[in-house]
């Protein structure tokens, strides 16, 4: 079973940053690619950013200069860098994680959601 630990959340002024990780646990075989989408009240989970295996990444329009993805393949992490925050990017954020794991059946797809952690920034 493959667990994913996200933590760096928190409250933020407005120009400030925040690093945002998401650690992968478990049996995994391998990470194909990874993301950061967001929930703000009342709205709809959105794409912040993601990034494949193959280098490429895509970043919302919103986010874009603001917001640096990475991610660390021999740990299974993968991070999000913030700077330049805005009130409108109060939400909570989670993490996705897909690939393949590795169970007593055999290689599995993976595709797994971190618990959420609340960014909040304040004008």
């Known amino acids: 079973q493959v667990q994913l630990v996200e933590s760096g959340g928190g409250l933020v002024q407005a120009g400030g940053s925040l690093r945002l990780s998401c650690a992968a646990s478990g049996s995994i075989f391998r990470i194909d690619a990874a993301g950061w989408y967001r929930q703000a009240p009342g709205k709809q989970r959105e794409l912040v950013a993601r990034?494949?295996?193959?280098?490429?990444?895509n970043y919302a329009d919103s986010v874009k200069g603001r917001f640096t993805i990475s991610r660390d393949n021999a740990k299974n992490t993968v991070y999000l860098q913030m700077n330049s925050l805005k009130p409108e990017d109060t939400a909570v954020y989670y993490c996705?994680?897909?690939?393949?794991?590795?169970?007593?059946?055999?290689?599995?797809?993976?595709?797994?959601w971190g618990q959420g952690t609340l960014v909040t920034v304040s004008s």
């Open positions: 990034s494949t295996s193959g280098s490429s990444t």
């Open positions: 996705n994680q897909q690939g393949v794991v590795l169970t007593p059946q055999g290689l599995k797809p993976l595709d797994a």
